[in-house]
């Protein structure tokens, strides 16, 4: 796989999901063919929509009550 954006990226491996998928469990019906192509756009448009992909846990804001607990694993 090139080193693209991670868009891109995770559009690569899904269409190749999607060969993989056709070939080995190939559709019996025309309703089939469609809900699969149907759930295959819905996933790509919501790859390409996505805005962060890598996204971070929230910080925390001092003097809200989350703040003055201490966190998970951490020393204090």
Not at 34 to 47: F, Q, S, T, Y
């Amino acid at each position: 796989m090139a080193s693209g954006s991670l868009h891109q990226q995770y559009l690569e491996s899904y269409m190749f999901f999607m060969i993989i998928q056709a070939l080995f469990r190939p559709a019996q019906t025309l309703e089939d063919v469609a809900r699969e192509l149907n759930m295959d756009i819905n996933c790509i448009l919501a790859i390409q929509q996505a805005r962060y992909l890598n996204s971070r846990p929230p910080v925390r804001k001092s003097g809200s009550p989350e703040a003055r607990l201490p966190l998970q694993g951490g020393v204090c």
